[in-house]
């Protein structure tokens, strides 16, 4: 064997592993390259179902933001019907025809006689002439009367305000039933 076929046998040698070694680290290289798609498709799809989760818990903190606002303002708005009726009512009584209103004084007196020996009586000025023989002190109230038994220990309030307010107290949760279903 002559040099020349030593040499080429050397270089068809090197040429083979030089090509073996091309081929083995082109697989490498193919199977890295998989393996980084591979992990970026994973990220990817984390990312995008984190992002999904993000937008869902977003959207359900704004639904819930939102509906208690309506419920804030629709509370609000029904608060202000009822202080309105309630205003409706108050500015009917302080115009009550004379007719009614003695009516009203009287059935008031009667009730506080059966509460309390009634010695001193309060009324407005416009509701003192009916309250005939009792000699009532005025004061600053729509109607109705403020009864005192004679030590001034015991008193029972009938004043259209004190009425109200206690009709508005016991009677909220009804009236907002009958007033919105």
Same mark, same amino acid.
């Given at each position: 064997?002559?040099?020349?076929? @030593?040499?080429?046998?050397? *270089?068809?040698?090197?040429?083979?592993?030089?090509?073996? #070694?091309?081929?083995?680290?082109?697989?490498?290289?193919?199977?890295? /390259?998989?393996?980084?798609?591979?992990? /970026?498709?994973?990220?990817?799809?984390?990312?995008?179902?984190?992002?999904?989760?993000?937008?869902?818990?977003?959207?359900?903190?704004?639904?819930?933001?939102?509906?208690?606002?309506?419920?804030? /303002? $629709?509370?609000? $708005?029904?608060?202000?019907?009822?202080?309105? #009726?309630?205003?409706? @009512?108050?500015?009917? *009584?302080?115009?009550?025809?004379?007719?009614?209103?003695?009516?009203?004084?009287?059935?008031?007196?009667?009730?506080?006689?059966?509460?309390?020996? @009634?010695?001193? @009586?309060?009324?407005?000025?416009?509701?003192?002439?009916?309250?005939?023989? /009792?000699?009532?002190?005025?004061?600053?109230?729509?109607?109705?009367?403020?009864?005192?038994?004679?030590?001034? $220990?015991?008193?029972?309030?009938?004043?259209?305000?004190?009425? #109200?307010?206690?009709?508005?107290?016991?009677?909220?949760?009804?009236?907002?039933?009958?007033?919105?279903?």
């Amino acid at each position: 064997m002559g040099l020349e076929a @030593v040499k080429e046998e050397i *270089l068809g040698n090197a040429k083979e592993q030089a090509n073996s #070694l091309l081929a083995e680290g082109r697989r490498e290289a193919s199977r890295l /390259i998989k393996d980084a798609e591979k992990k /970026i498709e994973e990220i990817k799809s984390k990312a995008e179902e984190a992002t999904k989760k993000s937008c869902e818990i977003i959207k359900r903190q704004e639904l819930a933001s939102a509906d208690l606002e309506i419920k804030k /303002i $629709t509370l609000e $708005t029904k608060k202000q019907i009822i202080e309105n #009726l309630f205003a409706e @009512v108050r500015r009917k *009584l302080e115009s009550l025809d004379d007719k009614k209103r003695d009516g009203y004084l009287k059935k008031l007196i009667e009730r506080a006689k059966k509460d309390i020996e @009634v010695s001193f @009586v309060y009324c407005n000025k416009k509701d003192s002439k009916f309250l005939k023989g /009792i000699n009532p002190e005025e004061i600053n109230i729509i109607g109705g009367i403020i009864a005192e038994n004679k030590d001034r $220990t015991i008193r029972v309030d009938y004043t259209f305000e004190s009425m #109200l307010q206690s009709i508005k107290e016991n009677e909220l949760q009804n009236m907002n039933k009958i007033t919105f279903g």
